[in-house]
């Protein structure tokens, strides 16, 4: 199992330059997106957010959701990607919600499929292409459950909503992991609502005082000696991000703990976005936050910035007293 790099920057190399990708036999399939990653806060910190937030970001409203359990506002990326930064309206909202459990800090990521179009709204499309993601995920089922890991699967599709500031009322579709094992796979969201209004990708909301642009790479953690969970988190993820998903044919899982994904929106000479699983290192705060406290997810968040950004040290914050350290490291588009 690969480890962490020792030495800066605290993020792994990416792959692209040095492998050209291959290309698939089979008939392409759709191109699996990166949606959104969530960060946990305390409802204060939402309601009034840290200085290590609003010095890199513009926050945008975000809204309550439908069960009036869980608020949120946004970090919006130009590549119409998103940190979603949540919170729990009560104490008591957390009791049996798929995140009542987890701790502060990053706690889950989405993926998506391509919208229909602009002003369009995208559920048939997602809901369509994520039939064909759905077989593939089955096949792995067997495999899967004979390790006891068969809850990393995605479930059938459910409704989800939220009420915006101004009144409006978006909706979505889900597809999560079973409770247990929420986090420790990704999650699948689909637009039944236009994305933009659940997204708003203008120039206000993703101009940051960073200079992020765009999501360059998400970094997952994996603790398990033996290598039982991480197989079977890399099963899930070829089933959810296939070889031949990428334009014509081009496969993205550039090695074995590597894949590419495609963002919402293309940015001009911008590198894709890699998702990466990696061995969480002996006496790490991720190794710490996966067997000593039990999270689902332990992460770390890559951004690109934009021309003109500068050189920006990466942010290392531990969210709340008995929280996680949420880390995102900033580097010049490549």
Partial sequence: MPEYPSHLPLFP????????PLRSTTMPGPTPQLDHIIIHLPLEQLDSPPKW??????????????????????????DGTYI????????????????????YGIVDYAFTLPAAGPGVAGADAGAQ?????????????PAL??????????????SGSRAKPD??????HVAFPLPECR????????????RERRVPVDKAATTHPSGALAVGSLSVFVADEGGEERAALLQVLDASVPFDAGPDGVEVRLDESTWELATPRKIESHVPCQLFVVGAREGSGEMA???????GLAARLTLFTGPGAGERGRIQERVGEEGDEVFIGFTANM
Avoid: M
């Avoid at 190399?13 to 050209?20: F, G, I």
């Avoid at 009144?167 to 979505?172: A, L, Q, S, V, Y």
């Fill in 145 to 158: 459950a004979a390790v006891g890991r068969a809850g990393l699967l995605p479930s059938a599709l459910r």
């Fill in 84 to 103: 979603e930064l949540l919170a729990f309206t009560s104490p008591a909202a957390r009791v049996d919600h798929w995140w009542g459990d987890k701790g």
């Fill in 129 to 141: 292409g994520y039939e064909h993601i759905r077989t593939r995920l089955d096949a792995a089922q």
């Fill in 289 to 295: 936050a996966l067997r000593d406290r039990g999270r």
């Fill in 53 to 78: 937030l609003t010095d890199a970001f513009t926050i945008s409203p975000g809204g309550t959701h439908g069960d009036g359990k869980t608020t949120n506002k946004l970090i919006v990326f130009a």
């Fill in 167 to 172: 009144g409006d009322r978006i909706e979505w």
């Fill in 13 to 20: 190399t990416y792959q692209s330059q040095s492998r050209q």
């Fill in 183 to 194: 986090g420790r796979a990704p999650f699948w969201c689909f637009d039944v609502t236009p």
